[in-house]
């Protein structure tokens, strides 16, 4: 057995993971980070328009802080996220933003003076603050009160993950490379590290570390049609799952984007609208004032995402050889804005449509895009259920975007809460030992081993490969934008007879090194099981919440369900997750449930919901008119942090004296 030790394990090396992975080398903690591709290939280098943080810079952000991020973002997961963690998040944004800026992001910045943008589809002039000269810009993003989302032009994440794996090659982290996790090492309460396997030998190593850190993404690639990569395939939230201990989180939720291109379902980010770009259908009519006449096109993703489904369902799609679409428009931008701003998305359309996006009208639809789910961790970033095991990122259900995520706020995670996860992975290496068992190790090596050798040399018929294609038509089409009961319950129903099925899976290709077929059928049972989480998940939810859209029940109901979904797989042999509950508390909330701002207010309210509104009225009260904004904060709903990131953030708007921030803002337009 070739046993690896080290103190913090990381696998997955996209922004995420290389985050903790440099927080635990800062600390000088023996630090590795395992990842199947090469780093810099990694999936958060696809993420396009920017990263939120309330830096306030721009005169469309001005009079943004934290407080505005914070309700935003509870707002936009319809209240289903942590508050507590919303607030940690919203918090330490802005010094992400100005750290990785020190590591070399070449952010987009501010020039002083007048620019053309376009708002409402009418060109407006803005008119920069000459104090704000060479600041980081912010554009503008869905469900935001401000222009907040920092960028560099639409390359951001690519940015992001090339600045971070430099500085952690220059900390010389070491990335196995080329390598995938394939069970976790556990004792039932304490995660030991993984057993792994190179794909390229076929050899099994353990990886044994005082803490494991889970980073390996969303798992979109359950579906038929994803703008995820195809390495995405929930294979860390599976390894949980697999452990019968640590619980996953909000499965059900899952996010599909209004503007992936038809029919290969690559993303068009979201800074294609939010610089002015406008949904149209088949007539060439602008329709998402009429849903929508406040935010129109930069509603919520999930709002924008259930109008444009409403529309093509009442016939107003472009019909195509690949199903009816839509069309984003984002000609009025101008050829020079597009070949400045949106470089990638003017290539994409190049070179998998063939067309002009300055001239040319894209074809667009929703499509499966973020998971909001994944391993269930308490603020620290820690599983309750299994110490020593970590998640961070799209991987885990941290649970700062609750039911919808905001966009911009995924890279922002990705980074944020990698910093402060970092330091608590730090805090737990360091304050926790580790007594290696190799008699643990080796008996889930041998687990692992006995799996392959059943796969090579089992008398097993199935095709994993077209397992895989079933399970993804069934979450397709059962599991989609909207849901139904009677829809809910076959995929149910068909994704157990394929799990039943992947016990005798059998293989062509016997080899034991370098096998796509034997990686493909390792991971199929496992994205199954991840399948049925969200499956079961979304049929036992009878209620409507952020991108979880029943159309059975289409009241967001806080009374009976104002909590978290729990997903745990304690029998192995069993066909089905157990699903557990954890309640949100309205009484701890800083911000009670209310209306989100979208469509008819229809939610059935919880029953403590005034008594907290209530409640926050006295106590500010009693604080009276001279408290700040923290105090009012701190004494509505405090939060932890690690010291080091515990600082107030300072803003261009507090360091001006003439005019005030609220006079510049408005002689700016």
């Known amino acids: 057995m070739k046993l690896i030790y080290t103190d913090s394990l990381v696998v997955g090396a996209g922004l995420a993971g ?64 942590d508050q507590d963690v919303a607030r940690m998040f919203a918090h330490c944004a802005p010094k992400a933003v100005r750290e990785l800026a020190t590591w070399g992001v070449p ?138 201990v640590a619980r ?37 009519y602008r329709f998402m004032p009429d849903y929508e006449p406040d935010k129109k096109e930069l509603a919520s993703r999930d709002v924008v995402s259930r109008r444009m489904t409403e529309h093509i369902r009442k016939g107003k799609g472009v019909d195509s050889p690949y199903g009816p679409h839509l069309w984003l428009d984002i000609t009025l931008l101008g050829r020079k804005h597009i070949e400045t701003n ?64 905001l966009g911009g706020n995924s890279l922002a995670e990705t980074v944020v809460g990698g910093m402060i996860i970092g330091k608590y992975v730090a805090d737990f290496c360091e304050n926790n030992s580790l007594e290696i068992d190799t008699q643990l190790a080796e008996r889930f090596m041998q ?42 319950d076959k995929a149910v129903v ?21 096998n796509p077929e034997l990686v493909e059928a390792l991971r199929v049972k496992r994205m199954l099981k991840v399948a049925l989480t969200v499956a079961c998940g979304a049929a036992a939810r009878t209620e409507s919440r952020g991108a979880h859209a029943r159309e059975d029940y289409p009241q967001r109901n806080d009374r009976d369900w104002l909590n978290r979904t729990l997903a745990s797989w304690p ?32 939610a059935i309210v919880h029953p403590d919901t005034e008594k907290r509104e209530q409640q926050i009225v006295e106590i500010l009260a009693e604080l009276g008119d001279d408290a700040d904004r923290y105090q009012r904060q701190r004494a509505l709903m405090p939060f932890e942090l690690p010291e080091s990131l515990q600082p107030n953030n300072e803003r261009l708007s507090d360091t001006l004296k003439s005019p005030s921030a609220n006079a510049l803002g408005e002689k700016s337009q």
Not at 28 to 55: E, F, N
Not at 255 to 274: D, K, M, N, S, Y
Not at 494 to 512: F, H, I, Q, T, Y
Request: proline content about 4%; charged content about 25%; hydrophobic content about 35%.
């Open 18 to 81: 290389l985050r903790v992975a440099i927080a635990s080398k800062e600390r000088g903690l023996d630090t590795l980070v395992l990842s199947l591709i090469p780093a810099k290939r990694s999936h958060s280098a696809a993420a396009q328009g920017g990263m939120q943080a309330s830096l306030g810079n721009a005169v469309k952000g001005m009079g943004d802080d934290e407080d505005v991020h914070f309700q935003d973002t509870v707002k936009g997961s319809d209240w289903g996220c």
């Open 248 to 284: 996953l989180g909000n499965m059900e939720a899952v996010q599909f984007h209004p503007t992936a291109i038809v029919p290969v379902g690559i993303l068009t980010t979201e800074g294609c609208r939010g610089d002015g770009g406008l949904l149209r259908d088949k007539d060439g």
């Open 571 to 602: 029998d192995p042999d069993a066909l089905e997750p157990v699903l557990n509950y954890e309640a949100l508390d309205v009484m701890k909330m800083e911000l009670p449930p209310g209306y989100r701002g979208y469509g008819i207010n229809n």
């Open 107 to 244: 952010w987009s910045r501010v020039s002083a003076g007048p620019r053309d943008v376009i708002v409402n589809a009418q060109k407006v002039t803005l008119h920069e603050a000459q104090e704000a000269h060479g600041l980081i810009n912010a554009r503008d993003f869905g469900g935001t009160k401000k222009w907040r989302t920092c960028y560099t032009a639409d390359g951001t994440g690519h940015s992001l993950l090339y600045a971070m794996d430099n500085k952690a090659i220059s900390m010389d982290i070491p990335v196995h490379e080329r390598i995938e996790a394939l069970a976790l090492i556990h004792d039932g309460k304490r995660c030991h590290g993984v057993i792994a396997r190179c794909l390229i030998t076929g050899e099994l190593r353990a990886y044994v570390a005082k803490s494991t850190t889970i980073a390996t993404g969303g798992y979109g690639r359950i579906y038929e049609v994803s703008t995820n990569a195809i390495i995405c395939e929930g294979i860390g939230q599976a390894l949980a799952l697999e452990t019968g």
């Open 342 to 405: 949106l470089r990638e998305v003017q290539e994409i359309c190049e070179n998998f449509l063939g067309i002009d996006p300055a001239k040319d009208w894209i074809p667009v639809r929703p499509t499966q895009h973020y998971s909001m789910g994944g391993i269930r961790t308490n603020a620290t970033g820690e599983s309750p259920q299994l110490k020593g095991l970590f998640s961070v990122g799209e991987a885990a259900c941290w649970d700062m975007h609750g039911f919808n995520r």
């Open 447 to 488: 687990q692992v081993q006995s799996e392959i050798d059943l796969l090579l040399e089992g008398d097993g018929h199935e095709s994993a490969f077209e397992l895989k294609r079933e399970m993804q038509r069934i979450m397709m089409d059962y599991v989609g934008i909207f849901r139904n009961g009677p829809e809910l």
């Open 494 to 514: 068909e994704l157990k007879v394929l799990l039943e099925r992947s016990r005798k899976l059998g293989l062509k290709c016997k080899k034991r090194h370098a």
